[in-house]
């Protein structure tokens, strides 16, 4: 080989080499707590690009993660995303070269894991494995981590585990084993059309009136609670802190309003975008949701509003519908106890789509969480059963004082066993759109919402309810930025709620019985021979038979949670005898009745 030669082939091999150095990378960074049920998170370094680069990073990459529990062999493909510089919640940074992936190990001991870096266009949401071409950098990398038990008490989510489907009305914590109730809001539905997230949506054109500050809670964010760009977000911490501290578990929130009744909420970098991810703002909506978990706050998913339902790829599922859903599961999928609800309020959508949707989640969420859809003039009785991979229902109603909660949730209680399949139904909308629930200063007993929506879900065997705040009300589902506005109703939601758990009442293997009264107006939820819940709502009295076997009564007031230590107006009931017993007063009451054999009311 001539001099000539000889220059031309090293100058061919530095090419080569400095190719492969610029796309070769470190072994992925593990941050978090590596603990059971805590959040891992795995950073690679990645190709250098930016939100609006082209190629579009969120399409044109496809980052997956095989997560494998050594001694037990069970696994979990988790996607991962484009995070910017890895600190973009802070810088508002929309360029730099980290990838990263979550997860929520399940079991203690040794994980290991092996990473799929996929590049090629519109490969990020392409089914097939193989789709594509390696990327380079941390394509083919593997690695392994230890994780130790959970030191998590109290309401903290992490204590309990994942909140599964498990066949049932109810869902269950995968740790603990413990059954969930649900009580929370419902509204405001724009809850994330926050000040001091990052993008443009303040001041677009759209609807920014409705903008939010959540002035109110300030107050009620805690010296060590997050905040992100020096002090941003106390606001919305601490309206997550206030429901905390008056004993609910669960807010709601849209992730895409595009369209809607507010148009300022949506995961893309502008309004009119439908490709391109902020990857700073999704961020800093982490850090509301990791906050949330630590006080066992559920978090409900409304991913469209009927206004924009068929707005993604004409409501089919297309490139746009598949990012979309790609990115909240690779995003928030590792967080323990949610849901994925379709959409509010679909209406137009056919059953393929619909069906079409709940597939992909259900199929692309490594943790499968729960998924229900929400109506309003559809019933949505085609997804039953096996025809979709739906696990639930999100019921809405249409009635001010809230009449129609408990029969319609018995109706879909009673019709998802007779397909098949039970489902976990909640209440999320209850009462109507003008009234919803109203403000205290409005309505000072609470009497409707506390009787008809509250109990009524509970006592049909539902799964809890979630409270709605009618559009022409002062504090509306729009415009509310302060929860005190509701809170005797949250006050009165934290008695059922602490009532079920400090009496330990089996809810998950009840039924609702309310034809065991004659009273057409009373409610019973019931394991029949054990235990019977029988809600009175205007007092009166009941006649309890003991055919065989011996019980015990007792008396809870749902108004002021009297009986919560220590059941009120005790009494028995042995074999053969008949007692008549009698409601403290003309309120609405609970009676309690235990104990081993047959009751005849």
């Known amino acids: 080989m001539n001099k000539h030669l000889k220059i031309l082939w090293c100058a061919v091999c530095l090419i080569l080499v400095t190719a492969t150095l610029s796309r070769a ?80 190990p399940d079991q203690t001991g040794v994980w290991k894991y092996s990473v799929s870096f996929r590049m090629g266009k519109n490969v990020a949401v392409n089914d097939n494995k193989a789709a594509g071409e390696s990327a380079g950098f941390m394509d083919g990398q593997s690695g392994s981590f230890y994780i130790a038990p959970t030191d998590k008490r109290g309401r903290d989510f992490r204590r309990k585990g994942m909140l599964q489907y498990v066949g049932k009305h109810h869902l269950r914590f995968a740790e603990t084993g413990e059954y969930f109730l649900k009580c929370g809001a419902d509204a405001p539905e724009n809850f994330l059309a926050y000040k001091d997230f990052d993008g443009d949506f303040k001041f677009d054109g759209h609807k ?219 209440c999320d909308e209850p009462g109507d759109a003008t009234h919803g629930l109203i403000t205290d200063a409005e309505d000072p007993t609470r009497d409707n919402a506390r009787k008809n929506a509250l109990w009524g879900n509970i006592m049909a065997g539902g799964a809890g309810v979630e409270w709605y705040f009618g559009y022409k009300h002062p504090h509306s589902d729009l415009t509310c930025q302060d929860y005190r506005t509701r809170e005797k109703v949250w006050n009165q939601c934290r008695y059922a709620l602490e009532f079920f758990r400090k009496y330990k009442i089996p809810f998950w293997d009840m039924k609702c019985q309310d034809e065991l009264t004659a009273n057409t107006d009373d409610y019973v939820l019931c394991k029949p021979g054990r235990i019977y819940l029988v809600y009175l709502k205007h007092g009166g009295k009941l006649q309890l038979n003991a055919a065989n076997g011996n019980f015990t009564y007792g008396w809870f007031n749902p108004r002021t949670g009297d009986g919560l230590n220590g059941l009120l107006n005790t009494g028995s009931v042995e074999v053969g005898q008949k007692v008549e017993v009698t409601a403290p007063d003309n309120n609405d009451w609970l009676l309690i009745i235990k104990g081993s054999g047959r009751l005849i009311f």
């Not at 980052?63 to 979990?76: A, D, I, M, P």
């Not at 996607?79 to 360029?95: H, S």
């Open 25 to 104: 990378s470190s072994p992925g960074q593990i941050s978090g707590q590596p603990k059971k049920w805590h959040k891992v998170t795995l950073t690679f370094d990645g190709p250098r690009t930016s939100e609006k680069a082209d190629p579009n990073p969120f399409l044109y990459y496809r980052l997956e993660v095989r997560f494998t529990h050594v001694k037990s062999g069970k696994s979990y493909l988790v996607p991962g995303y484009f995070a910017a510089d890895g600190d973009a919640a802070n810088t508002k940074a929309n360029r730099g070269s980290k990838w990263r992936v979550h997860l929520a």
């Open 208 to 426: 920014d009136n409705f903008i939010k500050d959540w002035a109110p809670h300030i107050m009620d964010w805690k010296q060590g609670d997050p905040t992100w760009q020096d002090g941003k977000g106390k606001g919305i911490i601490g309206a997550v802190n206030y429901l905390a501290s008056k004993g609910m578990n669960v807010f709601s929130f849209l992730t895409l309003n595009i369209g809607g009744d507010d148009q300022n909420v949506f995961p893309y970098i502008t309004y009119d975008e439908l490709l391109r991810m902020d990857v700073s703002r999704l961020d800093q909506w982490e850090i509301v949701f990791e906050h949330a978990d630590k006080l066992g706050m559920y978090l409900h998913f409304k991913t469209m509003e009927t206004e924009n339902e068929l707005l993604l790829d004409k409501g089919d599922l297309g490139t746009q519908r598949k990012l979309y859903y790609r990115e909240l599961i690779a995003r928030f999928s590792h967080h323990l106890a949610l849901n994925w609800n379709l959409g509010e309020e679909i209406n137009n959508a056919t059953t393929a789509q619909k069906v079409a949707w709940a597939n992909y989640l259900w199929t692309n969420d490594p943790y499968q969480h729960h998924i229900v859809i929400h109506n309003m003039n559809d019933p949505h009785y085609d997804l039953l059963g096996d025809a979709s991979a739906l696990t639930g229902f999100s019921l809405q109603t249409s009635k001010p004082d809230f009449s129609q909660v408990h029969s319609r949730t018995r109706n879909y209680i009673d019709r998802s066993v007779a397909a098949g399949k039970p489902w976990v139904v909640a």
